[in-house]
Every structure is written in structure tokens, then in C-alpha cells.
């Protein structure tokens, strides 16, 4: 009998702690299933940080490598829980930031970004998954937040960042970091920065070498007071025209975590004067002082003249987009289409196919039959390229009979650096080299990929 007891008893005390194990599991699932996140597709009000009194028990043990830092401790971590961070651009810098943000604890935060996900962008943003591609980034970027730190309030916004929208949303957050590719968007995230009184942390990679710069802090500059006037448009290089090695993105975002983190502990930032420059080649930091706030800042002056924001594409000549910009440098009978290049490659018409990429282009994909002369090595008279070039023309003069001038069609990846190369060629015809007729392949290879060849690569 009291065997029996016994036994019904350890019995039950298994069965208890299944139950027990059960409601854990049911907890859990109903706390992931109540977070459910919205996309937001323009501004809304948002309900402002409530500071906790004190850490949890599961704070505490989440958290419990960095609180035993005396730079962070408890009163740092108290503070990292009731700051907002906006973060402009969910691409290369903001991916490695939201995660370390969240990782860290930090209360809230807005993720935006207008584009989708990509196959191109996951070898750099590296919290979205091949099975994100074709969804929102500001949301594939929140559920991986949520995933690593539930209790962290994520905003994800799917809309751009415009005149109209950037005061009212960056008002309501503490911290702005800009992890945006463009010129336009970086005028427009100061200027609304400097209005809202708001710390910008801002990086920058492209190729090779990366960028770091806090604005608006602490009486430091803005960044109109270091670039007042914006470069020339044909002189900005994007990540899609110039690449980047996904890493050096990497650790420009990790770089703006620690700063944003800083700012929110209370520890604070030194990053306020200078420009740290990053040197992935030589895996070295460098760091320049940067010139104090300038009393004749147009925004952050003494008498400014931008107190509302203006419109920044105006103002810098270019789109608030790192999407590639179509040049139309050449009239309609400069031009053919690839549908007319098709036909002249089908009846076996004599010409030339030059192809104007950087050889680097060329060693990913070309045409077959294609003489590669950078556009460059034109525009600098290269002897040895010229020599090529006139080679062939004389080749193809020879097949074909009579005087007429050869045609030579001029290819580059989306169309743009070969009506400069159109335009080159046609000033050294009949002098540089032997009179030809020149024509553009209207929207290069990716052109050809779309309408002709689908099975051509693209990059
Ligand atoms: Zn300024």
C-alpha cells in the first residue's frame, strides 16, 4: 500500500512538472504571437518611452556580460531601455546596427527603408534570408530583431523619407542613425536632425572604405556645415555602379551601434568632432578632427536661412535613390534598341561590338565577339586601345567593299557610359581613327537580359 502511494506520487510530481514545462511553451508562443508587426506605410503618432523602474530577473540574466561593465552598468542599461533610435536605410549599415541595438537592449526601434529584399543585397544585409527576397526590408529587418530580442519595440516603415513626412517622424525618436545611400536623403536627415534637435550618427562604405561621423552632437558641426554645397551629381559612385565588400559595410554598422549605444547609456560619444575613416585594405582606422560648427551654417547657423526643409533632389541635382539613373546623352538616330542589335547579329551584319565596361565587368559576363576598351581608355586616348580599335576597323573594311564608313555598337551594362563613349568616339572618327559610324545599344546588357538572352547573367 505504501509502495503504491509512493509511486502515485512521483507519478504526479512528473506529470506537474510537464504541465508546468506546457505553460512555458504556451506563454512563449502567445507572447511571439501577440507581437504580431504592423508595416507601417506612412507616419503615425507614436506613444512615447516609459522608463522601468528596474531590471527584471530576465533582464538581468540577458544582459548580465555588459551590466558587469562599470562604462554601462545598470543605471546604462535603465538608459539603453527608454531610448528610441530611427534607423534610415535597412541596407549594409543597418542590418549589423538594428541587430546589435536590439542585441543590446535598446527600447525602441523605427527601421525604415522603401526598398525590397533582393538576391544582390544578401552578401552585406545580413539579416534578411533568401526566403525575404521580394519582401518589404523594414520588415524582413524587424522580424530578425524580433527573433533576437523580443522585448524590443520594433517600427518597421515601408515608405521614403520625404519634406513632407521626415519632421514628424524623426521628432519621435531620440537618436537618428543615417544608414541611407544617397546624397539627398543625407541633406534631408540633417537638415531635419539639426531642426528636431536630434544626435545623427552617420556612416558611410563603398568599395573598400568607410565612413563614420556623429552629427548635431554636443555643439559639434551638422553635416552642412562641413559639406555646404553638394558634389557634383555625375561624381557620386552608389554600391550598385562602384561595389562594396559586404564586411566593410559590416563593421561601419557595428561602428555606429557603439556610438548610438554610447549616446543612449549616457556614457556619450567622442565621434562628435571627428571623421573616422576606415581603410579595409590596409585594416587600418584613421581619425581627422573635424572643423567646428560654422557660425554661417545654412541650418545650424547663426542666422539660418534652411529653418524648414526644402526639396533636397532639387537641391543636389539627383534622386533620393542609390537606383541607377538614366542618362540621355544622345539623339533617337544614335541609338538603336537590343531587338535591332539581335536582328544585325542574325543576318550576320559586319561590325564592331565594343563593350566600354571596366575589365572587371567584362570578367563577370560579356558578348561573345566583343572588343573591351574601358570607356576611360577612351576618354584618355589610350594609344595601345586606340591601335586595337583602329585594327579592327581596318579589318572590317577590308570584308566589307567600297568606302563606306564601318558601324561600330557600343555596349555597357545599363546604357549610360556608352552614350559618353558614343559621344567620344564621334569626336576622334575621321581623325583619331578611320571615319566610322557609331551607335549606342540603348540600355546596355541589362537591357539584353530583359528582351533578348533571360538566361544571361546580371549583377
Ligand atoms: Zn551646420
Redesign the pocket.
Known amino acids: 500500500m505504501a509502495e503504491e502511494v509512493c509511486c502515485l506520487k512521483a507519478q504526479l510530481k512528473e506529470k506537474e512538472k510537464e504541465i508546468a514545462a506546457l505553460k512555458k511553451k504556451l506563454a512563449q508562443l502567445e507572447k511571439n504571437h501577440t507581437t504580431v508587426l504592423e508595416l507601417h506605410d506612412k507616419v503615425t503618432p507614436i506613444t512615447s518611452l516609459t522608463s522601468k523602474p528596474a531590471l527584471s530577473n530576465e533582464d538581468i540574466m540577458r544582459y548580465s556580460r555588459q551590466l558587469l561593465l562599470p562604462e554601462l552598468g545598470v543605471q546604462g542599461q535603465l538608459n539603453l531601455s527608454k531610448t528610441s533610435v530611427l534607423i534610415v536605410g535597412c541596407g549594409g549599415l543597418g542590418c549589423p546596427l538594428a541587430q546589435y541595438l536590439a542585441a543590446a537592449g535598446i527600447g525602441r526601434l523605427g527601421l525604415l527603408d522603401y526598398d525590397k529584399v533582393e538576391l544582390s543585397n544578401l552578401h552585406r544585409q545580413v539579416l534578411h534570408g533568401e526566403e525575404n527576397q521580394g519582401q518589404a526590408k523594414a520588415l524582413s529587418a524587424a522580424k530578425a530583431v524580433k527573433r533576437l530580442n523580443s522585448t524590443v519595440e520594433c517600427i518597421p516603415y515601408h515608405l521614403q523619407l520625404s519634406t513632407e513626412n521626415a519632421l514628424q517622424l524623426i521628432q519621435q525618436y531620440d537618436i537618428v542613425a543615417d544608414c541611407s545611400d544617397n546624397v539627398p536623403t543625407r541633406y534631408l536627415v ?1 537638415d531635419a536632425c ?1 531642426i528636431s534637435g536630434k544626435p545623427l550618427v552617420s556612416a558611410s562604405a563603398l568599395r573598400m572604405e568607410g565612413q563614420l561621423t556623429v552629427y ?1 552632437y554636443r555643439g559639434g ?6 559639406y555646404p554645397v553638394p558634389p557634383p551629381p555625375e561624381t557620386v559612385t552608389n554600391c550598385s555602379d562602384g561595389g562594396v565588400l559586404g564586411v566593410v559595410p559590416g563593421i561601419m554598422g557595428c561602428f555606429q551601434a557603439l556610438e548610438v549605444l554610447k549616446i543612449a547609456s549616457g556614457q556619450g560619444s567622442s565621434c562628435g568632432q571627428q571623421l573616422v575613416m576606415f581603410d579595409a585594405q590596409d585594416a587600418r582606422f584613421r581619425s581627422i578632427k573635424l572643423r567646428p ?2 557660425p554661417g ?5 547663426e542666422n539660418p536661412s534652411v529653418t524648414q526643409l526644402v526639396d533636397y533632389e532639387a537641391f543636389c541635382g539627383s534622386a533620393a535613390t542609390d537606383k541607377c539613373r538614366k542618362l540621355n546623352l544622345l539623339s533617337k538616330d544614335q541609338r538603336i534598341t537590343v531587338q535591332d542589335y539581335k536582328s544585325i547579329l542574325d543576318n550576320a551584319g559586319p561590325h564592331v561590338l565594343l563593350d566600354v565596361r571596366p575589365l572587371v565587368e567584362v570578367d563577370i559576363c560579356h558578348l561573345p565577339f566583343s572588343l573591351n576598351i574601358p570607356l576611360s581608355s577612351l576618354e584618355d586616348r589610350k594609344s595601345e586601345h586606340l591601335q586595337l580599335l583602329q585594327e579592327r576597323i581596318s579589318e572590317l573594311k577590308q570584308q566589307m567593299a567600297g568606302d563606306c564608313q564601318p558601324p561600330v555598337y557600343v555596349i555597357c551594362k545599363q546604357g549610360n557610359d556608352s552614350q559618353k563613349a558614343v559621344q567620344v568616339l564621334e569626336k576622334m572618327s575621321g581623325s583619331e581613327v578611320d571615319s566610322i559610324a557609331v551607335k549606342d545599344i540603348s540600355g546596355g546588357l541589362m537591357a539584353w537580359v530583359k528582351r533578348i538572352d533571360p538566361t544571361f547573367p546580371q549583377y
Not at 551654417?297 to 547657423?301: D, F, I, K, R
Open positions: 540633417n539639426v548635431n558641426p551638422c553635416y552642412r556645415c562641413l560648427k560654422q551654417c545654412a541650418v545650424c547657423g
